[in-house]
Nanobody
């Protein structure tokens, strides 16, 4: 199983980024996906989640209204569109594939830096 995040980078405050998370080696449509972020010295926190069927999505209060999660099962990819980014959004962003009763999978993360 391979999970690869991409799309991070340096962006100015107020800017936008779209992160991608591609997975292979698993039955993509069977897994729920959660995007997390982590700042050094702090615990990893969930940002957004999308269920396996692409139905009801959930967002953390910290980014609600500024982020949209989506998935394309035909491309085995999950996206995280982030708008109006703030310096406090600076973190490494990870995606996690999980399903009840089976192992979960993480990518290596992608760095997002919001700075002028």
């Amino acid at each position: 199983v391979q999970v690869v995040e991409s799309g991070g980078g340096l962006v100015q405050p107020g800017g936008s980024l779209r992160l991608s998370c591609a997975a292979s080696g698993l039955t993509f449509s069977s897994y729920h996906v959660t995007w997390y972020r982590q700042v050094p010295g702090k615990e990893r926190e969930p940002v957004a989640a999308v269920p396996a069927d692409g139905g009801r999505v959930d967002y953390s209060n910290s980014m609600k209204g500024r982020v949209t999660i989506s998935r394309d099962n035909t491309k085995a990819t999950v996206y995280l569109q982030m708008n109006n980014l703030k310096p406090e959004d600076t973190a490494v962003y990870f995606c996690n594939f999980w399903s009840l009763g089976v192992a979960d999978y993480w990518g290596q993360g992608t760095q997002v830096t919001v700075s002028s």
